[in-house]
């Protein structure tokens, strides 16, 4: 049976409010943690139950919170095949493959890449209470590559703080169609909602609800009438690269969803989109991390097929050399 964990303090020094006081002492809580934890009356006060997270503290006030014993999820854990890039107590980064959901939604209650992750990691510390991983970002279900989970809650907090300061980098890989004129750029264009279609996204100013997006791309290969090109994502909002490169009037081949289908002898699963490279910094060793997720079969059978009818030679695949 898990038992609450008790933690006692006392202030000292300057004084402070409650919830700020708590999360500095406890650097493995996150602020919002630390408030649940306050609302649900787990903090006292010198023996009284305190509820209000501004409360402002006295040199000398003793503290005591209580931890309840993590929580497990109403999730049944799945024995899903993972490919794993990198993985310690803190952190796990796979190659997600096409057609795999991230996370439970309607219509995907079961079979994602949380119920694999709770198959293969029975013993996570849990996030907000609960015991399940941290998903720092998403793919969408179509598009591969590196992912990365937090296994504890500093790790998932410290890991979006870093997407948040733009210090996190991810970049990804996209075959679309024709040729951009000039070899590189940048599209700063907002995405929101689609009005006439919930399921998409668009460009939409920020005064009418869009967020502001910034998509880094560079060509890496002319294709005919195709090309290979590089992406870098300055901010993370749902389906941005597939929006931005509809945007420039070169959507990426196999998107059904923001551009016409049209066959080209490969049989895609979806967007030809792959999240090639991802490198952060590690929540806790403070170490820089850099994980290559190679391209899946799929993708690189499309280059092969693209640079045959080009009379192009084709090249192993499995590396891509990409200029930082």
């Known amino acids: 049976m898990n038992l609450p964990e008790i933690i006692h303090l006392q202030v000292e020094g300057k004084t402070d409010r409650l919830d700020r006081y708590l999360s500095a002492q406890l650097p493995a809580l996150s602020r919002s943690r630390v408030q649940k934890l306050i609302e649900q009356g787990q903090v006292q006060i010198d023996g009284e139950v305190c509820r209000v997270k501004k409360t402002s503290l006295q040199p000398g006030d003793r503290i005591t919170l209580i931890i309840p014993p993590v929580q497990p999820v109403d999730l049944i ?24 959901v991230v996370h439970p939604a309607p219509g995907h209650e079961t079979g994602t890449l949380v119920h694999a992750i709770l198959a293969h990691c029975p013993n996570l510390k849990g996030i907000g209470g609960e015991q399940r991983p941290g998903i720092v970002h998403r793919l969408d279900k179509d598009t591969t590559g590196a992912l990365a989970i937090a296994k504890t809650e500093t790790a998932l907090y410290h890991l979006q703080d870093q997407l948040k300061q733009k210090t996190a980098r991810r970049d990804y890989l996209g075959v679309v169609h024709g040729c951009p004129s000039s070899e590189k750029g940048t599209v700063d264009q907002p995405i929101g909602r689609h009005r006439g279609d919930r399921k998409k996204m668009a460009i939409v100013p920020v005064e009418k609800g869009g967020r502001p997006s910034i998509t880094h791309w560079q ?26 490169s509809t945007f420039l009037g070169h959507p990426l081949v196999g998107d059904l969803t923001y551009s016409r289908g049209r066959s080209l002898g490969v049989n895609l699963p979806g967007q030809a989109l792959h999240a090639w490279r991802l490198r952060l910094q590690h929540p806790t060793k403070k170490e820089w991390i850099e994980t290559i997720a190679p391209p899946p079969p799929e993708f690189t059978k499309l280059l092969q097929v693209l640079r045959l009818r080009r009379g192009f030679p084709v090249r192993n695949q499995t590396h891509v050399d990409i200029r930082r």
């Open 219 to 244: 060509i890496q290969e002319r294709l005919g009438n195709h090309t290979l090109i590089h992406f870098q994502l300055e901010t993370g909002r749902t389906h941005q690269i597939r929006v931005h």
């Open 77 to 100: 854990p799945e024995d899903i095949p993972l490919d794993i890039l990198y993985e310690d107590e803190d952190l796990l980064i796979v190659n997600k493959p096409a057609g795999l």
